[in-house]
């Protein structure tokens, strides 16, 4: 079982629906929560980061996190075609100084 | 702020040469930087883990001699592809991480990568 599962997509939404992106990790010393987007063939972008349990908010861009289940969540509101990327989620335990630990990724195409 | 630059975006060389690649952290410094090789839909595969001033650390079946990195100040690391092949054309992808406590210290920030395709 991999440490950190993301379902691979591809998923297609309308223009101006809400999108919901989700990983599931094994390892319960995972304390901070990234998600990046990445356009393709460019590096990834930093979106949201969250510490520990809870939601964090930023414009169109909701991040959740649920430690008691780990599940992690993105949610994205007014989906515009210019959100079309790579959504990866990524994570790290409490000590710090130490390597990311990446979902897949999910492909993500908001259609006009 | 939190800005990293990768150069060059694209490089294509022949078989059998050496190539560099560099990754500069524009606005903060970064005790820590990464190198990341990803193919085609994948996700990035952690090649190393740079420290300014000390040896990187390779990960798993990652070939040391062959990926050289340098971190030789607190805004610059290289990756030198060194007698590059075919099979070494991939995305390769610095990050950086900053030097601050607290959350900050967690997170990567990415370059925008660089192509690199060995005839």
């Known amino acids: 079982q991999k440490e950190v599962e993301q379902d691979p997509g591809p998923l297609s939404v309308p223009e101006g629906a809400i999108v919901s992106l989700n990983c599931t990790y094994s390892n319960s010393a995972f304390q901070y929560f990234m998600w990046y987007r990445q356009y393709s063939r460019k590096g990834p972008e930093l979106l949201m980061y969250?510490?520990?349990?809870g939601n964090k908010e930023d414009g169109r861009f909701t991040a959740q996190v649920d430690k008691s289940s780990k599940y992690i969540s993105l949610f994205i509101r007014d989906s515009q075609p210019s959100d079309s990327a790579t959504y990866l989620c990524a994570m790290s335990s409490l000590r710090g100084n130490e390597k990311l630990t990446f979902g897949t990724g999910t492909r993500l195409t908001i259609i006009p | 702020g939190a800005v990293v630059s990768q150069h060059p975006s694209w490089v294509i060389c022949k078989s059998g040469t050496s190539v560099k690649i560099e990754c500069r952290s524009l606005?903060?410094?970064?005790?820590?930087m990464f190198w990341y090789r990803q193919f085609p839909k994948q996700s990035l595969m952690l090649m190393a883990t740079s420290n300014e001033g000390s040896k990187a650390t390779y990960e798993q079946g990652v070939e040391k001699d062959k990926f050289l990195i340098n971190h030789a100040s607190l805004t610059l690391s290289t990756l030198t592809v060194t007698s590059a092949h075919p099979e070494d054309s991939s995305f390769y992808i610095c990050s950086a991480r900053t030097s601050l406590g607290g959350v900050a210290k967690n997170i990567q920030y990415f370059g925008a990568g660089t192509r690199l395709s060995v005839l």
């Open positions: 969250t510490y520990s349990s």
């Open positions: 606005d903060f410094q970064a005790t820590t």
